[in-house]
Nanobody, 118 residues
Framework: QVQLVESGGGLVQPGGSLRLSCAAS????????MGWYRQAPGKQRELVAF???????NYADSVKGRFTISRDNAKNTVSLQMNNLKPEDTAVYSC????????????WGQGTQVTVSS
């Protein structure tokens, strides 16, 4: 079992930055792929950034060059650095984990609200 707890959301002006963190409890964190999803009101949930257990990263086109995902296996954390935020980045951001043999995301955090507004 893995429990995920996000932190770092809030209100920021357009062009600003936020850093989200996801703390994982349980064993074997370094064997999990990790992802950050977001869901805006009235929209489908989308995968924003992904980092594999081998530290391979991938990003949605809408955030490439602005967001950076990283992980610290010693601290069981995954972070999402978000720069040059835009109003369209406003959403609830959730982290997710899946084990090495899983084909779907198995564990989810409760989410943290990010609001980009002047």
């Amino acid at each position: 079992q893995v429990q995920l707890v996000e932190s770092g959301g809030g209100l920021v002006q357009p062009g600003g930055s936020l850093r989200l963190s996801c703390a994982a409890s349980g064993v074997g964190f370094n064997f999990y792929d990790m992802g950050w999803y977001r869901q805006a009101p009235g929209k489908q949930r989308e995968l924003v950034a992904f980092i594999s257990r081998l530290h391979i990263t991938n990003y949605a086109d809408s955030v490439k060059g602005r967001f950076t995902i990283s992980r610290d296996n010693a601290k069981n954390t995954v972070s999402l650095q978000m720069n040059n935020l835009k109003p369209e980045d406003t959403a609830v951001y959730s982290c997710a984990a899946r084990g090495p043999s899983a084909t779907t995301w198995t564990y989810w955090g409760q989410g943290t609200q990010v609001t980009v507004s002047s």
